[in-house]
Structures are given as structure tokens and as C-alpha cells.
């Protein structure tokens, strides 16, 4: 029998890798395919169902083949295999980007099965080794209870550094593909020095898989982890502990963004969740050259507008919760003056550091905190007049951020003609004819329970709804009449900004929904929408 030092090591490194592996296809997946729990629950339900294909088989050929040198073979393929998947599942990752840029739900659905399906080999010979393990470490029956205890326990220690190992140092420190091969190394080592142990000569068929998994990492690890979006160049990317990071920089104007300006793109990066151009204007002038194109971050510069008789001198403090790259915050300095006291709370340190580097996230008056956006607006003593909260997008929407219980908070952070102005997605159904607002409606109805009044404001050529909560009782007749009252040498931004929110105004609907601590189906009314949505034709709506 083998050496049981060994073997619990193996069982160890075994179970250590298992889940890094489904960790870091997590990660993988992150790149194209977001981190929504639909696709949480598909990465675990399939690893789950894996592993326990594999349970069944490890019994049975630990029955037919009691010995140590099948054993440490099984593991070395396993590991093998295992190192193979960021390999081969790059290649259709990188395709399932396109299909994702281009809303191509078919093909991007199907990438997603095939990568995951990579995983089902290593995965299967992985849960192979605990029971495996079990039959050659039981030589008396009477101890068969204590030592299965002892295996799994074991193999459960090493899925806890697993589990955290890559997620709190190495995704950071050396990247997600490199983490990948990382435990399938260590794990294929382990095992080859198993086989060594037993019979010198039984490793020389087994020798070139480090080898191989070298020489493919060297050639597949080289270039950025995916090609950059169409029309863009790429100048930075990075895996961090919370997000996939891309900045792009257009090669020429794009919709309503003018050529040189940089892009913030998080995970699939369907989204733009910043925008800035170091040499001027992030938007492409009108032929006059009057007043620029507005986008979804300026809307947040009309909400404390909404208090009557409301001047540009009242706006003394902001607080952006999802601060990602800066673009509101830089906008409420450009207009309102560096004056204005701004808290800008960010959970990703990573994103703070690519908006200092490439979107001149540099502001004097601008103060970044790093912290979950609810810890981070509750720990804070100050009042503000202004709360933005741009952490939304659909399908990833942080439910504690849509909450009763949270709104309450945000409002005992405002002054008393403090304004609240949250970005909110909702979809288009062309089957059905009309939007799909189930979000923004469950929204608003949890805003009405907290506020005294809410505004609703559709972004133009978007999918964006904005919501503006006042402390005070408001009509929209005061957005119109500030509008009116506006000096000559206001801002341009801030015209057309104020323009847009009114002629995009809507009617504020409400549902029945409520989000609470207790119960928010945040995730179960975005599913469906999603489903609707590509269902109904929606993708089709998209400009590429």
C-alpha cells in the first residue's frame, strides 16, 4: 500500500485543486459571460453533478484495481486534462465574445455549454480519487468509518485554500489562466511523483504532460486574455478579485462618443461603465457646435434640479456609489466646480486604479473610498446634497443596493433638499410592442416607501432609466422652470443635460413589488426579462 503521508497529500493537493479549478472557471466564464447567479448556479450545479459522476466510477475502479499506481495515474490524467481546459476553452471563449458583442444569444449560449463542458473529463477523474483513496487506505474494516472521515476531511481542507487561495492573492498576483495551470501543476507533479514511487519506469509515459502544458501555455498565454472590442484599441486590462477590467480607446467616433475617448468595460464588456477622452469632449460635437451629445452619466447632473428654485450654488457635495472610472465625478466638478466635495465609493480597488490612470480620475476635491457601496455609504458621518448610484446593470444588479432597508440609509445621508438618482435597466420586447419596465417599476415602488416622490427619466437611444428620489415633496414642472431660469453662462452640459431629462421624461409607474433585506427577487425579474427579451427579437435592437 502506498505511503499514508502520501496519499493524504495527494487527497489534499486533490481536493486543493478541484476547487480552484471551479473557482477559476468562474473566472474563466467572467470574461464573456458575466457573473450573474444563473451563471453561478450553472458552474456549481454541473461541477456538483461532475464530481459526483465521478464518486460512482472512483468506487468502482478502486474495487476492480486496489492499487497504488492506477490510482496516481488517474490523478496525473486528471490534472492533465485539467490543465488543458483554460487552453482549449480560450479559442471559444474569444469566440463567444464576439458572438456576445454582437448579440448572437445562440451563439453565446452555446460557447457557454461547450466551455463548460470542457470541464467534465478532469472534473469526473478529480472525484474519482477521494473514494479511490479510501480503498487503498483501509486495510482493516473496523477502521473503514475513521479514515473515510479522515479522507474527506482532508480532501475538504484542501478545497478550502482552494477555494480562497486564488480568489484573495493569485488572481491578482500572477492571473486567472496562469492560477488555472498553477493547481493543475502542482496537482500533476504530485501525482507523477506518485507513480515514480511505486515503479521509476511507470512515469516515463506519463513525463511529456508537464512538458506539453508548458509549451501550450507559452503559446496560447501570449496576448491579451480577450482581443479588444471592434473599433477600439486595447491599452489595458487586468483580472482583479471582483472584475474582468478592459480600457479601450475607440479608433473613431462611435455612436455618440467622439474618436480617442477611453472606455471602462467590466466582465462580458457589452457595457461602457465610463467614459472619458484626454483630449476634450467624450461626445462628438453637434455641426454647430453648440452643445455636446449627452449619454446616461449626464442625466445625473439634472436630478437636484427637480427642488424648486434650485441654483447651481446649492450643489455642495456628491456622493457616487459605483464610482468605476469617474465619469460622474468628473462631470459634477467640470459644471458645478472643484468646489464641490465629492465621495466616490468603489468595491474594486483595481477599477480605482484604471480610472486614475486612464480617465483622469485625479480630482483635488474627489475622496475614494474603497468598500462595498452600502458598508461604505453607511460607515460615512456626511450629508450630501447629491447620492448617484450607477452600480446597476443588468443581468448584474447588487440586490443589497435595491433594498428597502438600504434606501432608508441613503436617505438619512441626505440634506434636506438632498436629491437620490440611481441608473436602472430595463429591455425592449418587440413581440409583446413596448419596454419591459418590471424593474424599474419593482424600483420605484421601493423608492415611494422610503421617498416622498420619484421622476422617472428614460436615456435617450439606451437602455437606461433613470431615477430621481427627492427628500421634499417635487413635481417635474420644477426641472422645467430651473431649466428656464438657467444663466446664460451655465454650463453647456448642463443645458442639454436638463433638455434631455425633460423631453425624456416619463410617467412614474409603480408595481406591487417590494425589495426588502428579508425578500428582494431581484434576480429572479431580471432572468425572466432576459428571456423575454432575447425571445421577443430585443438583441436585434442593438447596434452592434
Not at 198 to 219: G, N
Not at 230 to 249: C, H, M, R, W
Not at 303 to 332: H, M, R, W
Amino acid at each position: 500500500m502506498p505511503s499514508r503521508r502520501f496519499l493524504i497529500f495527494t487527497v489534499f493537493t486533490s481536493g486543493m485543486a478541484t476547487l480552484a479549478i471551479e473557482v477559476t472557471a468562474s473566472r474563466l466564464l467572467q470574461t464573456t459571460f458575466g457573473t450573474s447567479n444563473l451563471i453561478w448556479a450553472n458552474i456549481i450545479g454541473l461541477m456538483l453533478v461532475y464530481l459526483t459522476v465521478g464518486y460512482f466510477i472512483g468506487g468502482r475502479l478502486a474495487d476492480r484495481y486496489p492499487r497504488p499506481l492506477p490510482f496516481y495515474r488517474l490523478v496525473a490524467w486528471g490534472a492533465f486534462l485539467a490543465g488543458l481546459v483554460p487552453m482549449i476553452a480560450d479559442p471559444v471563449i474569444k469566440a463567444a465574445s464576439v458572438a456576445v458583442y454582437s448579440f448572437q444569444a445562440g451563439a453565446a449560449v452555446a460557447a457557454f455549454a461547450s466551455t463548460l463542458a470542457l470541464f467534465s473529463i478532469p472534473v469526473i477523474l478529480l472525484g474519482c480519487v477521494s473514494p479511490f483513496a479510501i480503498r487503498l487506505a483501509v486495510t482493516d474494516p473496523q477502521t473503514a468509518g475513521s479514515i473515510s472521515g479522515q479522507i474527506y476531511g482532508i480532501s475538504t481542507l484542501g478545497s478550502i485554500v482552494g477555494t480562497f487561495l486564488p480568489s484573495l492573492l493569485l488572481f491578482d498576483l500572477i492571473g486567472v489562466r496562469p492560477t488555472f495551470l498553477l493547481f493543475a501543476g502542482i496537482l500533476l507533479i504530485v501525482a507523477l511523483i506518485g507513480v515514480a514511487t511505486r515503479r521509476r519506469r511507470a512515469v516515463l509515459p506519463l513525463i511529456w504532460m508537464p512538458i506539453v502544458l508548458l509549451i501550450l501555455a507559452l503559446l496560447t498565454f501570449a496576448g491579451p486574455i480577450r482581443a479588444a472590442r471592434p473599433g477600439t484599441t486595447l491599452l489595458y486590462e487586468k483580472d482583479s478579485a471582483y472584475n474582468f477590467i478592459q480600457v479601450v480607446q475607440l479608433d473613431g467616433n462611435a455612436g455618440i462618443f467622439s474618436k480617442g475617448t477611453h472606455w471602462l468595460l467590466l466582465n462580458e464588456g457589452a457595457g461602457i461603465h465610463s467614459a472619458w477622452n484626454p483630449e476634450g469632449d467624450i461626445y462628438v460635437q453637434t455641426q454647430n457646435g453648440a452643445a455636446p451629445s449627452t449619454g446616461t452619466w449626464d442625466l445625473f447632473l439634472a436630478a437636484p434640479y427637480f427642488n424648486p428654485d434650485y441654483s447651481a450654488d446649492e450643489v455642495k457635495s456628491l456622493c457616487v456609489v459605483g464610482l468605476a472610472g469617474g465619469t460622474i465625478s468628473t462631470q459634477y466638478s467640470d459644471v458645478f466646480g472643484e468646489d464641490v466635495l465629492i465621495d466616490g465609493i468603489e468595491i474594486d480597488p483595481a477599477i480605482v486604479e484604471a480610472g486614475k490612470q486612464y480617465f483622469g480620475m485625479t480630482q483635488p476635491n474627489l475622496n475614494i473610498i474603497v468598500e462595498d457601496g452600502r458598508v461604505g455609504l453607511e460607515q460615512s458621518e456626511k450629508r450630501y446634497d447629491v447620492i448617484g448610484i450607477d452600480a446597476y446593470r443588468v443581468p448584474y444588479v447588487p440586490w443589497h443596493l435595491t433594498t428597502q432597508e438600504f434606501f432608508r440609509i441613503v436617505r438619512d445621508h441626505l440634506t434636506d433638499r438632498g436629491v437620490l438618482a440611481i441608473n436602472v435597466g430595463r429591455a425592449v420586447n418587440t413581440t409583446a410592442g413596448s419596454d419591459d419596465r418590471r424593474l424599474v417599476e419593482a424600483m420605484t415602488n421601493t423608492l415611494l416607501k422610503v421617498f416622498p416622490t420619484v421622476h422617472t427619466i428614460d436615456v435617450p437611444n439606451s437602455f437606461n432609466t433613470i431615477l430621481v428620489a427627492t427628500m421634499m415633496p417635487t413635481t417635474s414642472q420644477a426641472l422645467l422652470k430651473n431649466f428656464d431660469a438657467l444663466p446664460a453662462d451655465s454650463s453647456p452640459l448642463l443645458k442639454t443635460a436638463m433638455q434631455v431629462a425633460i423631453n425624456a421624461l416619463k410617467p412614474t409607474m409603480r408595481s406591487d413589488v417590494l425589495f426588502t433585506d428579508d425578500r428582494a427577487p431581484v434576480e429572479t425579474i431580471i432572468n425572466s426579462i432576459l428571456l423575454d427579451f432575447i425571445l421577443g427579437g430585443g438583441t436585434q435592437q442593438f447596434g452592434g
